[in-house]
Nanobody
Framework: QVQFVESGGGLVQPGGSLRLSCAAS????????MGWYRQVPGKQRELVAR???????NYADSVKGRFTISRDYAKNTMYLQMNSLKPEDTAVYYC?????????WGQGTQVTVSS
């Protein structure tokens, strides 16, 4: 019965910033990892950033140094701060929770970087 609500996407110019949020409507148990994925039509969904329960983070090489993932367990919310955005960052971004035995996905939010 857990449901995610994603927000923060939109249209920005190259070099701009966006902050994505993923809020869960209910408590999530047995969390192994949480992350953000993105997908462009015709291509497979790719991992953008991941954070474990102990705070360890991993980033795709393409976003390292520009994106920052964080979470607030009390608010059941995960964030993705995106800075220095590039046109190649354009995609639908999905939040994800790995519970070890299954995955939970958000509905996705569109990010478009264009001048």
């Amino acid at each position: 019965q857990v449901q995610f609500v994603e927000s923060g996407g939109g249209l920005v110019q190259p070099g701009g910033s966006l902050r994505l949020s993923c809020a869960a409507s209910g408590s999530i148990f047995s969390i192994s990892g949480m992350g953000w994925y993105r997908q462009v039509p015709g291509k497979q969904r790719e991992l953008v950033a991941r954070i474990t329960t102990n705070g360890r983070t991993n980033y795709a090489d393409s976003v390292k140094g520009r994106f920052t993932i964080s979470r607030d367990y009390a608010k059941n919310t995960m964030y993705l701060q995106m800075n220095s955005l590039k046109p190649e960052d354009t995609a639908v971004y999905y939040c994800n929770v790995d519970r070890g035995y299954d995955y939970l996905w958000g509905q996705g939010t569109q990010v478009t970087v264009s001048s």
